[in-house]
């Protein structure tokens, strides 16, 4: 008889009581109001906050990087922006920390930089053999900027001459991830698809080995440099691990709490500038099996979860804690808006270690005080204060501006340039008010007054026109009749001016005697 196999099996995982839900941990995150972005076409592959306010966010997916206004009272969920320059699917999207400038890698082993504001492309890094995954700029220094790719390179840029000042070499397999240090701009992290996490310090860049390296146990998707700058936190698998890194890179915990792999972490502010600093931040993990986890790592426990109902692959936060990003595998954005209650504010405060307080309420200010008279510029009129506006200044064409200088044939070139028939005619009526009309034609080079007869012979066989241009064609062609003589060109124009008008001639007397045809019988049919 066989032997009865027996499988070891996880118990079920208990329900969650009711008092956890009323904890104002539990009211900070449902307090949060989801909008769903759809429409993106592919992954979203990574997703960045501006660090200035009023604190935007980018997302790069497909070989598009599209920009967001979580603050926009109309359309949150429509992207007031969208790069399209390029050539494969995009990486990495990294804000400046003056929020300036934002870079990005891309398929080809480009890294991409762009003006934020008017997203104008400024400057093409090459140097990685195979696809840039990590593209991240230091925590203040506005020159530099590292990348890693899936050529195992970590390479460290000098953005304004597009070189690379220094390569490290060290991973052995693709770089997937990264991290700037919060406190010092010569050290970042990256963590790689050998496992490894290693920490550098570019100015040991000569040298070109880490400062340190941790062994995640498995492929590491993302790691993040946690406030403090003495903790990283490392995703892989199903695990995320928290490392200290002036302990040597001691592991300090881990956590299992995924049943899939992790592939983004990221760190959020929950509390104000006070209190104990780990108090005031959450580690937040997604994984492909759908689950925003949010980790207090100060006292090493989870204190929200939540299920989505795709993969999810990008996180971020906003720098004001009013804002959650998570960017799934099927093109969907879910941006999650905080809601604005005193009420949640205080339970939250108390929660993290601080007393909520009112803010002093301002003096209002009277016309009998001598500080309403320095306001300033920004201030907004209040009811009751008369508001004096500027007069628009008008835009004028490059004609008027001539015209205003007294520049009489430069003005008529300009307009005649524009082709416009209503502009030439307004300009030609001004120049004979102001007498100066023939001295023009007479000033005219060939090449200008074979524009002037392609004019002619375009509009002066026009009605509207024909009473101004019929005259001034005869006196141009006597006034310049020499010029005309002298030059093939000229002549050519000329001969196509006759040929309109002989057409013209012919289509009058043939309209005149239609109109002698039916006149007669037009009388015959009055009298009957």
Same mark, same amino acid.
């Given at each position: ?270 509390? %104000?500038?006070? @209190?104990? &600093?780990?108090?005031?931040? /959450?580690?937040?993990? *997604?994984? #492909?099996?759908?689950?925003? =986890?949010? +980790? ?83 201030? %907004?009129?209040? @009811?009751? &204060?008369?508001?004096?506006? /500027?007069?628009?200044? *008008?835009? #004028?064409?490059?004609?008027? =501006?001539? +015209? ?106 043939? +309209? ?17």
């Amino acid at each position: 008889m066989a032997e009865l196999q027996t499988f070891p099996t996880k118990p079920r995982l208990k329900p969650t009581s009711k008092k956890s839900n009323n904890l104002p941990e539990s009211k900070f995150w449902k307090s949060f109001k989801t909008h769903e972005i759809s429409g993106l076409v592919s992954s979203i592959t990574s997703i960045d906050f501006s660090p200035q306010s009023p604190h935007h966010f980018a997302a790069t997916y497909s070989a598009s990087l599209s920009f967001f206004n979580p603050h926009h009272p109309f359309s949150p969920s429509e992207p007031t922006s969208t790069i399209r320059s390029f050539k494969d699917t995009s990486y990495s999207a990294s804000y400046r920390s003056d929020s300036k400038l934002i870079a990005a890698g891309c398929q080809s082993g480009v890294i991409h930089v762009f003006e934020a504001k008017t997203r104008n492309a400024l400057r093409q890094l090459k140097g990685h053999s195979r696809p840039v995954r990590l593209v991240q700029y230091p925590r203040v220094d506005r020159l530099h900027l590292f990348s890693g790719g899936d050529d195992s390179v970590v390479k460290y840029w000098d953005v304004a001459t597009e070189t690379s000042l220094s390569n490290f070499l060290g991973h052995k397999d693709y770089v997937r991830s990264g991290s700037a240090s919060p406190v010092d701009d010569n050290l970042f992290v990256t963590g790689s698809y050998d496992h490894t996490v290693r920490v550098w310090d570019v100015r040991g860049s000569k040298l070109g080995s880490s400062a340190m390296v941790v062994n995640h146990g498995k492929p590491v998707e993302d790691v993040a440099f946690l406030p403090s700058g003495g903790l990283i936190a490392t995703a892989g698998g199903n695990v995320v691990k928290i490392w200290d890194v002036i302990g040597g890179g001691k592991c300090v915990y881990s956590m299992e709490s995924h049943n899939k792999t992790v592939t983004s972490i990221c760190v959020g502010k929950v509390g %104000k500038d006070s @209190g104990e &600093e780990s108090d005031q931040y /959450r580690l937040l993990t *997604v994984g #492909l099996d759908g689950y925003l =986890k949010v +980790l207090d790592y100060s006292k090493l426990k989870i204190t929200f979860s939540m299920r989505f109902p795709a993969p999810l692959v990008s996180v971020g936060f906003s720098p004001d804690g009013s804002t959650r990003v998570i960017g799934t595998s099927n093109g969907i954005i879910y941006m999650a808006k905080r809601k604005k209650e005193k009420v949640e504010e205080r339970s939250v405060g108390d929660f993290v270690g601080f007393q909520y307080r009112e803010e002093p309420r301002k003096r209002v200010l009277k016309p009998s005080f001598f500080r309403y008279f320095h306001r300033g510029q920004s201030e %907004k009129p209040k @009811g009751g &204060e008369y508001l004096v506006l /500027r007069p628009k200044k *008008v835009k #004028l064409a490059e004609h008027d =501006k001539l +015209l205003k200088k007294f520049r009489h044939k430069d003005a008529f070139v300009a307009v005649l340039q524009k082709k416009n028939p209503e502009n030439v005619v307004a300009v030609m009526e001004e120049l004979i008010a102001r007498k100066k009309l023939f001295r023009c034609v007479t000033n005219l080079d060939v090449q200008e007054l074979e524009l002037l007869l392609v004019f002619l012979q375009k509009y002066t066989t026009l009605p509207r026109y024909a009473g101004l241009l019929m005259p001034f064609a005869n006196k141009v062609i006597q006034m310049r009749a020499e010029d005309i003589r002298g030059s093939d060109g000229l002549k050519a124009q000329l001969r196509n001016l006759k040929r309109t008008i002989q057409e013209e001639l012919r289509i009058q007397q043939s +309209l005149l005697e239609i109109q002698g045809i039916i006149s007669p019988l037009m009388r015959i049919a009055g009298k009957r």
